[in-house]
């Protein structure tokens, strides 16, 4: 399994294991200039690309991956851990993961290893992945252009943050006991296209990265 799926995938096992089958009914709009959430989860997950910066924090540690979004079907940018960051894209109907560097170190010549891509850049996504959940949660709690969701499920609890801006979300969070995630959404509409570095060199499958 591939680092991008790995940090895009572990807090959804875990909220998973906490969310119940409640719906969630939203509120009044803020606003005619100010969409009501359900509608800004649809307007950006309907738009051309976004720029994204998912952090998860864990008793382990924290990584971060800076990814931009492309529609119908990229998705790049790379995972910081520490001082070592590895690139990784899904274009079309392949996954490519670089080699580890450090973060100081150029990106000129970097080795990719590719493999076919299972669901394609949106089954990856984060935004595509979390925007929705507010659908599983309860309790909804709105303040301004915040709403706020509570997840239970017997004595394990968690909670869901979405905050709009104009037409589109901004920025999600998800707390459970012991870890978090934060997504960042800007450039909605306007993120820059996605492809590999210049000068990438890409080999094989990830099993030969050995």
């Known amino acids: 399994m591939s680092d991008l799926r790995r940090i895009i995938s572990w807090l959804l096992l875990a909220l998973l294991a906490v969310v119940g089958l409640c719906g969630a009914t939203l509120g009044v709009a803020l606003s005619p200039t100010t969409a009501p959430l359900s509608q800004a989860v649809t307007n950006t997950l309907a738009a051309a690309g976004y720029s994204e910066v998912l952090s998860e924090q864990t008793p382990q540690g924290?990584?971060?991956?800076?990814?931009?979004?492309?529609?119908?079907?990229?998705?790049?940018?790379?995972?910081?851990?520490?001082?070592?960051?590895?690139?990784?894209?899904?274009?079309?109907?392949?996954?490519?993961?670089?080699?580890?560097?450090?973060?100081?170190?150029?990106?000129?010549?970097?080795?990719?290893?590719?493999?076919?891509?299972?669901?394609?850049?949106?089954?990856v996504d984060?935004?595509?992945?979390?925007?929705?959940?507010?659908?599983?949660?309860?309790?909804?709690?709105?303040?301004?252009?915040?709403?706020?969701?509570?997840?239970?499920?017997?004595?394990?609890?968690?909670?869901?943050?979405?905050?709009?801006?104009?037409?589109?979300?901004?920025?999600?969070?998800?707390?459970?006991?012991s870890a978090s995630i934060q997504l960042v959404i800007s450039q909605v509409g306007s993120a820059p296209p996605v492809a590999l570095p210049a000068g990438a060199k890409v080999i094989g499958t990830t099993s030969q990265a050995g």
């Open 62 to 123: 924290t990584e971060t991956a800076f990814l931009t979004f492309q529609a119908p079907d990229r998705l790049g940018g790379y995972i910081e851990s520490g001082s070592k960051r590895s690139y990784v894209y899904v274009i079309g109907g392949f996954e490519y993961q670089s080699v580890t560097i450090s973060n100081s170190a150029s990106t000129k010549q970097l080795t990719f290893y590719r493999q076919q891509s299972q669901g394609g850049a949106t089954a």
């Open 126 to 177: 984060p935004a595509q992945m979390y925007l929705r959940l507010y659908k599983q949660g309860k309790h909804e709690h709105q303040s301004g252009n915040t709403y706020t969701f509570a997840l239970t499920q017997g004595s394990q609890s968690g909670t869901l943050t979405y905050t709009v801006s104009g037409q589109y979300v901004s920025e999600f969070t998800a707390k459970v006991p």
